[in-house]
């Protein structure tokens, strides 16, 4: 008898501990949508963000699988963000506060919901769940090759059985690399004409729609047109319904198509020409000219030289590929930070001996820079050189111009012409 009650007890617990326990979702409970969020303030959100949303209707919670985590805070992160070995993560937190922030900075968001069959959505669920584990979490951030665009765009393809990448994996892209980056850079001159200056040649050749979805805009707009076969042979559009939960106010747009900015450059670039045009003239009138043309050709050579000398440190001492095998490096080189002493020494010379030798100097050192942007020009002819840096040899050639051949005798030139024209 009481061996009876005890196994009676012992099985009206078990039903008690079963039913105390949180129900199985089934497939048929979870929806799965992608978030995209429009750019944001920093630079490294103006190329949007992506997310995987999966919502649980038994639960009632909306969790969003995040792949573009970092934190400043991580160890050494400057020094290997420099070294181009950014350790990027993978979680999983709470859609509605996600969103909320998004929105608080004024960020576009756009929900996809997919329509994909229930044991897809497991198996979906169940490989975002395996992500985020500390031990899988994390990935070393590549920005074209592996984002948190392109790891939204390998689960799509994992959902679709392959057949997202089989579409869209040999389809010509719409631009390069580089063009696709200037969409969204536009509208900083600075930042625009820095970053195309230490990108490489690598980025200017033809790509596949696939590559294009390092961005999320482009992820976007592919599953919106996407269709596929499911199990049972029914072909179904993958995204069933979209909805855009907030529009941004006064953000600079991304263009549809990438501007042509060598003109901008151009212009800019002879701008800075005639204010030295004007200096040369003065400094024939006074010492204030001198002055004024020495210290101008040490501030020239100070941002140039700096860029150069990054330059030559993101190809030789780093793994940030995409400035790799970069013409730029012709033209412009540390040497240029030579410029910096004797621009001084020009402007503040004790005497006309003295001048003479760093203007010499300088002149050399401006003429071995219209030299190398004259090659790079030539070696552009060619298709193993090709880069697209016209917006780079513009800015300088108008500069280098005036201070290699000024001394030739644009001199007088120049004043006469500037001012009978003023």
Known sequence: MRKRILFLFLILMSLIATAALPAQSRGEDLTLRIVVAGPGDELYFWFGHIALVIDDAISGQSELYDYGLFSFQNEDFFYNFAL????YSCGVSNT?????????HDRAITFYTLDLPPETRLRVRDFAEHNVLPENSDYYYHFFRDNCSTRIRDIIDIATDGQFREKYGNAPGRFTLRQHVRRHTWFSPFIDWTLNFWMGQDIDTPITVWDDMF????VAT???????TGS???TRQLVSGSEIVYRSVGRPPVLDQPRRQWPRELAFGIVIMLVLGVFYYV???????????????SLIGLFFGVAALTLYFLNLFTNHDYAYHNINMIFVSPLIL???PLGIRYAFAPNYVARERAELLLRLLWILVLLGIVVSMLLKLLPWFWQANLVDEMLMLPIVLILALEPLGLKELIGRVFWRWA
Do not use: C, H
């Not at 181009?84 to 350790?87: D, K, N």
């Not at 509605?96 to 608080?104: C, E, G, L, Q, T």
């Not at 024939?284 to 002055?291: D, E, F, N, P, R």
């Open 84 to 87: 181009g070995r950014m350790l």
């Open 96 to 104: 509605r506060s996600n969103i909320a922030v998004y929105i608080n």
């Open 215 to 218: 961005l999320p805009s482009e």
């Open 222 to 228: 592919r599953i919106n047109e996407f269709t596929y």
């Open 232 to 234: 049972d042979g029914v």
């Open 283 to 297: 400094q024939t009138k006074s010492l204030a000219g001198q002055i004024l043309l020495g210290l101008s050709q």
């Open 338 to 340: 030579a410029a910096v």
